[in-house]
Nanobody, 120 residues
Framework: QVQLQESGPGLVKPSQTLSLTCTVS??????????WSWIRQPPGKDLEWMGV???????YYNPALMSHTSISRNTGANQFSLQLDSVTPEDTAVYYC????????????WGQGTQVTVSS
């Protein structure tokens, strides 16, 4: 069974860069036709898909966020990461990593989520 675990700072100052890592166990991030996503949920709002990195390391982003979002991977550590530049308080959210066999949606596994607050 694939398990995911997010890690990273819980508090980030405005204008700084948010970096989160998702560690995957029970499966490889290079498994063919499998996709690894970052999703967030701001307080009182719906889930928002941020982007995905696929089994070949190709990335796709939410157009609304792509100007300051980057997803990368470390195959040796079986991890993938999110970098969000120039954060504002509107980036305060619970951030989730998820895995599935579709580029968007149809997730088979989720991390537990990590709260990130952007505040000075």
């Amino acid at each position: 069974q694939v398990q995911l675990q997010e890690s990273g700072p819980g508090l980030v100052k405005p204008s700084q860069t948010l970096s989160l890592t998702c560690t995957v166990s029970g499966g490889s991030i290079t498994t063919s036709y499998y996709y690894w996503s970052w999703i967030r949920q701001p307080p009182g709002k719906d889930l928002e898909w941020m982007g995905v990195i696929d089994y070949d390391g190709i990335t796709y982003y939410n157009p609304a966020l792509m100007s300051h979002t980057s997803i990368s991977r470390n195959t040796g550590a079986n991890q993938f990461s999110l970098q969000l530049d120039s954060v504002t308080p509107e980036d305060t959210a619970v951030y989730y990593c998820a895995g599935g066999d579709s580029r968007v949606g149809n997730y088979n596994s989720w991390g537990q989520g990590t709260q990130v607050t952007v505040s000075s």
